[in-house]
């Protein structure tokens, strides 16, 4: 069974940053695409950022030079640092990963963390 927990979430002022973390869990095997979304209330779910094993990442418009994505493969973990916040930004985060539970695993099941709250007021 495969588990992501995310931390890090919270209120911060306009301009302030928080780093979110997402650790996978559990039965694993090999970890794919890494990736944060982000969802308000009455929105689509949208794609914040994304790396891959290689280190290539890509991000959404609204968040490139304000948000990095990091990957530690060791931990199985993923990071998202959120600097030069706004309001805007407020949502509940999700961390999203590829995973292969066991070498018998065909494609590449997609996991959900539980989400996180990120509050961008002053």
């Known amino acids: 069974q495969v588990q992501l927990v995310e931390s890090g979430g919270g209120l911060v002022q306009p301009g302030g940053s928080l780093r979110l973390s997402c650790a996978a869990s559990?039965?694993?095997?090999?970890?794919?695409?890494m990736g944060w979304y982000r969802q308000t209330p009455g929105k689509q779910l949208e794609l914040v950022a994304a790396?891959?094993?290689?280190?290539?990442?890509n991000y959404a418009d609204s968040v490139k030079g304000r948000f990095t994505i990091s990957r530690d493969n060791a931990k199985n973990t993923i990071y998202l640092q959120m600097t030069s916040l706004k309001p805007e930004d407020t949502a509940v985060y999700y961390c999203?990963?590829?995973?292969?539970?066991?070498?018998?695993?065909?494609?590449?099941?997609?996991?959900w963390g539980q989400g996180t709250q990120v509050t961008v007021s002053s």
């Open positions: 559990g039965s694993i095997f090999s970890i794919g695409v």
């Open positions: 999203n990963v590829f995973l292969k539970a066991n070498p018998g695993t065909t494609g590449w099941p997609n996991y």
């Open positions: 790396i891959n094993t290689g280190g290539s990442t």
